[in-house]
């Protein structure tokens, strides 16, 4: 399948053709550009249907041979060769573990309920639980070398102590049983110390600092149990660790809701903070006046575009940054089957309770019918992980033309439970935004490939 889209950066439109099944990027002139959605029945506006019935016949003839040599080259209109039908089960890579089950913030839109995961007690995980954990991972990693565990919440440095205890009980564990482990944090920044700051910076590859970008848009969903605003906190704390950090792996992750569409200008405003590592998700959510719906949709896209123009040109001076959702790597990025099965939940990537129990990621903690065993047993419900193991793109009826299909993995699977009601089936707004920004990435990609040559 053959996808054609447009870009315009300042006063200049370029044309693009995609396959999506070899993975190839056609940058192409606009005459070529509407022999393409002709040929391979792409669906036209009345002005390129109007433009393309005064094209000189030759010269769309003349097109349609060089795009037959790429068809024959198995570039262009490619047929689907993938027969992949389920993940790997058996071995585990990672865990995320929910350190606690409490926070020092109470945003409206967290999933887990101000950390408390709806639960009616505020749980902390003890070091005994915490190293069952590491025992668990260690004993169902089969022969991979390389684990991860996440630290997670709630926010995790309530609880530093354990953490810090874990990571000693996991490196004295190295040795014996020829694994290597690696350790991420996402954390809110208010308890960041600065001996907290080169602990993380010593310990942790990777560090996710939790900010919404503009302090208008941080404090009005992001408070204290108080009700205060605490961005002037956050952000003092994040440039300190962001300064430590040098070129450590670290991202700031921020969400936009229906409160901020304009939210190209919260991740310009972390860029001018000084940060250059950045993702900011839309909002998942029901609650009304933030959650983002259909109608919203047309603006979200525009700011996307927005967005994309300004990224190029900030990447060519001392602002340079990287936006997780246009980084694209066509020539040496994820391997297929990453691509095609996604994060691993309830395969090769778990969540652990501060009780011990095993969920399939952090967003099923508590969720009842997902608690696949805890770590003191040691037993995994394979039944549920053989139920994960299936949700890859290629059983997604939806996702078969979609021109992101190899780059999205058919999207979250709790989104998916929550707002389609099954694993299988996306959730469609989240699939617009995905498409939009992956059309970018694409351009994007090409734009600064060619400014390189």
Not at 47 to 59: C, G, H, I, P, V
Not at 68 to 82: F, Q, T
Not at 328 to 357: F, N, Q
Not at 407 to 435: D, H, K, W
Request: aromatic content about 10%; overall charge negative.
């Amino acid at each position: 399948m053959t996808h054609s889209f447009s870009f315009k950066y300042h006063e200049r439109v370029y044309y693009f053709v995609w396959d999506k099944e070899s993975g190839s990027l056609h940058n192409v002139d606009y005459v070529a550009f509407l022999v393409v959605k002709n040929r391979f029945g792409e669906q036209m506006s009345d002005q390129e249907k109007a433009d393309f019935a005064q094209l000189d016949k030759t010269l769309v003839d003349e097109i349609n041979a060089e795009l037959d040599v790429l068809v024959a080259d198995g570039v262009l209109d490619s047929p689907c060769n993938i027969t992949l039908k389920h993940k790997s089960v058996g071995e585990i890579k990672a865990l995320c573990l929910n350190i606690c089950y409490d926070c020092n913030l109470r945003c409206r839109y967290c999933f887990a309920d101000e950390g408390t995961y709806h639960t009616s007690n505020r749980e902390y995980m003890s070091l005994e639980v915490g190293c069952k954990a590491v025992d668990f991972l260690i004993e169902h990693s089969g022969k991979r070398q390389h684990l991860e565990i996440d630290f997670f919440g709630g926010e995790p440095l309530m609880n530093l102590d354990v953490v810090k205890g874990i990571v000693e009980y996991a490196r004295g564990r190295e040795k014996d049983s020829g694994k290597i482990f690696s350790f991420t944090m996402t954390t809110n920044c208010i308890l960041l110390s600065d001996d907290t700051i080169n602990w993380l910076n010593k310990e942790m590859s990777n560090v996710v600092l939790s900010i919404d970008g503009r302090e208008c848009v941080h404090n009005e969903v992001r408070k204290t149990p108080n009700g205060k605003g605490c961005w002037d906190i956050i952000i003092r704390n994040a440039q300190k660790f962001r300064k430590v950090r040098g070129d450590g792996q670290y991202y700031v992750r921020g969400t936009f809701t229906a409160k901020n569409l304009d939210f190209s200008e919260d991740i310009l405003a972390l860029n001018d903070a000084g940060f250059d590592q950045i993702s900011i998700e839309p909002v998942v959510t029901d609650i009304p006046d933030l959650a983002i719906k259909q109608e919203h949709l047309p603006k979200v896209l525009a700011e996307y575009e927005k967005l994309a123009e300004e990224y190029i040109d900030r990447r060519k001076t001392g602002k340079w940054f990287n936006f997780f959702h246009f980084m694209i790597d066509l020539e040496g990025g994820p391997c297929v089957i990453k691509r095609l099965t996604g994060c691993g939940s309830g395969c090769e990537y778990l969540a652990v309770s501060p009780k011990g129990e095993i969920f399939p990621c952090h967003q099923f903690a508590e969720v009842d019918g997902y608690k696949m065993g805890n770590v003191f047993d040691g037993d995994i419900d394979m039944d549920i992980s053989h139920k994960f193991a299936e949700n890859i793109v290629t059983n997604k009826p939806d996702c078969q033309n979609c021109i992101a299909k190899y780059y999205c993995s058919g999207g979250c699977v709790a989104n998916n439970l929550n707002f389609a009601g099954n694993m299988q089936t996306p959730y469609s707004i989240s699939c617009e935004m995905m498409r939009k920004r992956f059309e970018l990435s694409l351009a994007i990609a090409s734009i600064e490939g060619a400014e390189q040559e």
